[in-house]
């Protein structure tokens, strides 16, 4: 089933960027452009969204309207001030979401997110109503208690790492933003929680999570070798 209509993108960029030196990383520079900016232009390259939301702090509102103003790019841009937890910017981007049936929630920390990558996650959404990037974990994970002794070692066989984007059909997300409220760094768990199938599907090992200075580093090799 692939999904046309009314899709919107809620691109999640108001954390504080607390591990950055100093740097907000949103803003920081990937191939002579705001990580900000590549995002976005990915989506707008997408047919099928409709709308698309970046959620800041707020400090960073004016700032942001005015980068983006310049791009000339034909989908419009909304932008709202995020919250004090990551499920509260979510949220406040969804209460600007109109008329729309399917959403897209995306780390704006992600900048190496792909056309191919958001398309799939469209696609793969049809099957149960909810489409969650994610890799196979390579490393052995162990489950440990406050004092570091090992509890359990899992099957890394069945262990995915989560990525963005993230598709929702919208009456679902909002349902379980509305109901839910315990902190949670998913939204996908959100779902879960309310008992909706979730569906994974193959995301990509360098569509890294830029969290401190030697991501970015990293990104910026990654940018060059796929030839952006």
């Known amino acids: 089933m692939t999904i046309r209509p009314n899709v ?3 691109i999640v960029a108001a954390g504080e960027s607390c591990r950055m030196d100093g740097m907000d990383k949103i803003f920081a520079p990937l191939g002579g452009l705001p990580i900000l900016v ?57 209460d600007c979401v109109e008329d729309c049936e399917w959403v897209v929630i995306h780390d704006g920390a992600r900048p190496l997110v792909t056309l191919d990558l958001i398309n799939r996650g469209l696609e793969t959404a049809g099957e149960t109503g909810v489409a969650v990037a994610a890799v196979p974990v390579t490393d052995t994970i162990k489950i440990a208690g406050d004092d570091r002794l090992v509890r359990q070692t899992p099957p890394r066989s069945g262990l995915w790492a989560a990525q963005t984007p993230q598709v929702f059909r919208f009456d679902i997300i ?7 409220t315990d902190e949670v760094t998913d939204d996908a768990s959100l779902v879960e929680r309310l008992g909706y199938k979730v569906k994974l599907y193959m995301g990509a090992y360098d569509n890294i999570k830029i969290t401190s200075p030697a991501d970015l580093a990293l990104a910026g090799i990654l940018w060059s070798e796929q030839g952006a």
């Open 8 to 10: 919107a993108v809620i």
């Open 38 to 94: 590549r995002v976005i232009d990915v989506f707008q390259q997408c047919e099928p969204v409709k709308q698309i939301v970046v959620v800041l702090r707020e400090p960073n509102l004016k700032w942001g309207q005015k980068l983006v103003g310049g791009q000339g790019w034909l989908k419009a841009v909304g932008f709202c001030a995020g919250g004090a937890r990551r499920q509260d910017s979510v949220l406040a981007g969804l």
């Open 174 to 180: 909002k349902e379980a933003y509305h109901q839910i």
